[in-house]
């Protein structure tokens, strides 16, 4: 009897925690887990310095201190979110002034580093805005930045389509500080007042 009740339970213990781990992913994709961490109090366990290619060579992040920065993961051939993403951004940093836009960088590092050349980064990104750079790497270097901002992306096949397959990820903007330190991260769909009120928080920041 003892077997046979074990036989049971099993499976559906397994199961449970199954759904468990599968909800908990889904939460993190869509950025629900992470919502109380969204204010600039700073997130000092959250990235680090990496170096990435750019149309004008290597770009580290250590490059940019004494800068804000703005990291979004996306990819050239995204279909609407990525352009939704970078034109909100843009409009953002239209409402600048040109000295608080002197002081902000903001890259766009692809999740598609097969067919992401930096030739292409560089003329997708331009349609946006100068502010903003496309950076990509070697798919391993790639993931360890996405792994260092807890940034989630899978490539999905699309059998039929000329395009081959998609890229589906995260969406969010991080706001670095001019130490380097994550401030704030803006879920996708933040509107453009809401994102110069935290790049403002973010410039003014005095430690």
Known sequence: MIEGKNSIVLPIVGGIIALSVIFSVMLLWSGKLNDNDTSAKGHPNLGDDFTLQSAAGPVSLSDYRGKVVVLY???????????????????????????????????????????????????????????????????????????????????????????????DHSSRYYLIDREGVARELIPHGTSPEDIVVSLREVLNIQE
């Open 73 to 167: 993961f996306g990819y050239a051939f995204c279909p609407d979110v990525c352009p939704t993403s970078l034109g909100l951004l843009s409009l953002a940093f239209n409402k600048l002034s040109q000295d608080e836009l002197n002081d902000v960088q903001a890259f766009f590092i692809s999740v598609d580093p097969e067919r992401d050349t930096v030739e292409k980064l560089e003329k997708y990104v331009g349609v946006f805005h100068p502010s903003i750079m496309g950076i990509t790497g070697t798919p391993e270097e790639i993931a360890e930045v996405a792994r260092i901002y807890g940034a989630i992306y899978m490539k999905v096949e699309l059998p039929g389509s000329a395009l081959g397959y998609s890229v």
